[in-house]
């Protein structure tokens, strides 16, 4: 978003006039209404009594959100120890709930199988990282992937921006056969080259701690960003995309 439109949002959320704001900050009623047409933008100080008034960062007020360092990860970064602990561990549970009977091997295997089929979804969760010069990312896929779990290094896809044709923000509301189904919707960052290959990225929760920064970003390295849902004008007014899509439909009371 514009910093023109930030500047007018913050001002309506906070209940000021044009003439009350310029009151309080001893300028002009026309110089903010060229902040807020974009003819012009407010000094450094300026900026700060903002910041004071508003009670948010420069960050915030300039760019949406928080100042976010990078690299920055989304999702969880893949840890070979969490991996090894957890599958010990349910080693371990499943020679005490087969009863230490280690003669039938058959229901001790059972029970590792079973587990484990809840276990790996878990360790198996797809992120990527947010870096100065471009993204990475890491897909795991279906199929066996014991081998990709015990990697020391994984190995991570990599994208400059530079080499990025569009990024677009992707909701769609998940289809709900039952009344207490509060699963996520699909969220996703959809990522296109220039030579016509996509990726599709978690989004997932805590969106609002950087996505409208990183929006920004992008369009500062060039990048075109697709948001035809209006999801970060979404996020900074501090809506729930959840309830925003989901409205009207029984079950609606979850957050994204």
Do not use: C
């Not at 089929?117 to 969760?125: K, V, W």
């Amino acid at each position: 978003m514009r910093l023109q439109d930030l500047l007018k949002q913050q001002r309506l959320q906070n209940h000021y006039t044009q003439a009350q704001l310029a009151q309080r900050l001893f300028v002009s009623t026309q110089a903010v209404s060229k902040w807020e047409h974009g003819q012009s933008v407010p000094t450094i100080d300026n900026l700060l009594a903002l910041s004071d008034l508003y009670n948010l960062s420069l960050d915030e007020l300039v760019q949406g959100s928080p100042f976010f360092k990078k690299p920055y990860v989304v999702g969880h970064r893949y840890r070979r120890s969490r991996v090894l602990l957890l599958l010990g561990a349910w080693l371990l549970l499943s020679i005490f709930l087969s009863g230490f009977d280690f003669k039938n091997w058959s229901i001790l295997t059972m029970i590792v199988v079973f587990g484990s089929g809840y276990l790996i979804p878990i360790l198996t969760n797809d992120y990527w990282v947010i870096e100065a010069t471009q993204l990475k990312w890491r897909h795991y896929g279906k199929g066996f992937i014991f081998k990709q779990l015990l990697e020391r290094q994984p190995k991570l896809e990599t994208m400059a921006y530079t080499e990025m044709a569009q990024a677009t923000i992707y909701y769609q509301v998940r289809q709900r056969v039952q009344p207490f189904d509060y699963g996520s919707d699909d969220f996703k960052l959809i990522i296109t080259a220039k030579d016509g290959r996509h990726w599709a990225l978690e989004l997932g929760a805590h969106v609002q701690d950087f996505l409208p920064q990183f929006v920004n970003y992008l369009v500062r390295q060039g990048v075109p960003v697709a948001d035809d849902d209006g999801i970060v004008e979404l996020l900074l007014r501090g809506d729930s995309l959840y309830n925003h899509f989901n409205a009207g439909k029984r079950g609606a009371t979850g957050s994204n």
